[in-house]
Structure formats: structure tokens, C-alpha cells
């Protein structure tokens, strides 16, 4: 099983939601799942996983087993020198047993250009970092998954999710 997640945030509450599927070629979530965060912490410049981590932690406590990959909206690692983001500090919270791929549709000040990942025609890169498994085969699973256009569908799916009222 993988999850695709995103959070959304409305002043200092929020929503974080999943989508559950079976394959990376999967056009449909096999399950749709939502979590409210009521207290969240302010957006610090360079710590973003102090604010989106307690409600991806929260989320994954729905669901037994834990996937075997997770998506996230965002950078495992920040840069060229590789310091830990979002993803790298949610593979450390889930000791290491979960693999975790971050798809970031921004470039962040010195990612390197083996991040980048061209999906359908669309002349601007989604940027993929990962962290217990391969960059190149993380790529890989990306680029397969559903839909011809810059983001896939259940990447989409889910940004919509988080952003519905519950």
C-alpha cells in the first residue's frame, strides 16, 4: 500500500488528509482518510516540519499497517548539502521503517538537477527527493503514477482533499 499526503491550513488550525492506494499507476485512491489539527505551530523559514509533522503523525494513526511508501508534498532533503526536511524527519519519526518520497512542486535554493522529474509535456520540473529508497527509483515511481499532466492525479486528489471542509 502507499499514502500521498497534504495539509492545508486555515490561521492557526488545520487539515491534513491521505489518500490510500495500491499501485503507483493507481487512478483512484483506495481509501480517503482526514485529520484535524487544532493547534498549529507558526511557519518557521527552514523548520516547515515543525509545523506539518504532528498532523502527518496524527493521520498515519488511522491506518495498520503503515503503508510501505508515503508521498509527501514537500523536500526530504533541503539544498545540496542535503539537511533534513519534512520527509527526512517523518522517516526518522517512523524509525526508519517507512520509505518516504517528497514531491515538491518549487525549486528550494540549491537542489540539485537530479531532483528534477518532467511529467506529460510540462516544461517545469516537480522536484523529488527521497529517503529509504532510491532518488532514481523514486523518480521512477512518480513518473508512473496516473495522469498526463505536471502533477498526478492522486497527487491532486489530495490536495483537494485537505482543502474541503470536514
Not at 16 to 32: D, I, R, Y
Not at 142 to 150: D, L, N, T, V, Y
Request: hydrophobic share 35%; proline share 4%.
Amino acid at each position: 500500500m502507499k499514502l500521498a499526503i497534504d495539509a492545508h491550513y486555515h490561521g492557526e488550525t488545520g487539515t491534513v488528509a491521505g489518500v490510500l492506494f495500491t499501485t503507483w499507476q493507481s487512478c483512484e485512491a483506495k481509501e480517503e482518510i482526514k485529520t484535524q489539527i487544532l493547534d498549529v505551530a507558526l511557519y518557521e523559514t527552514g523548520e516547515f516540519y515543525k509545523r506539518e509533522l504532528p498532523g502527518i503523525l496524527k493521520l498515519l494513526q488511522q491506518i495498520n499497517p503503515l503503508p510501505s511508501y508515503i508521498v509527501i508534498d514537500g523536500y526530504v532533503h533541503l539544498g545540496h548539502d542535503e539537511k533534513p526536511g519534512l520527509g527526512q524527519h517523518l522517516y526518522d519519526a517512523l524509525e526508519q521503517k517507512v520509505a518516504i518520497i517528497g514531491v515538491a512542486k518549487s525549486r528550494y535554493i540549491g537542489t540539485p538537477e537530479t531532483a528534477e522529474l518532467f511529467r506529460g509535456k510540462s516544461r517545469r520540473p516537480l522536484y523529488v527527493t527521497s529517503a529509504g529508497v532510491d532518488q532514481a527509483e523514486a523518480k521512477g515511481y512518480i513518473a508512473q503514477m496516473c495522469g498526463q499532466s505536471r502533477l498526478p492525479v492522486l497527487l491532486k486528489r489530495v490536495d483537494r482533499l485537505c482543502r474541503e471542509s470536514t
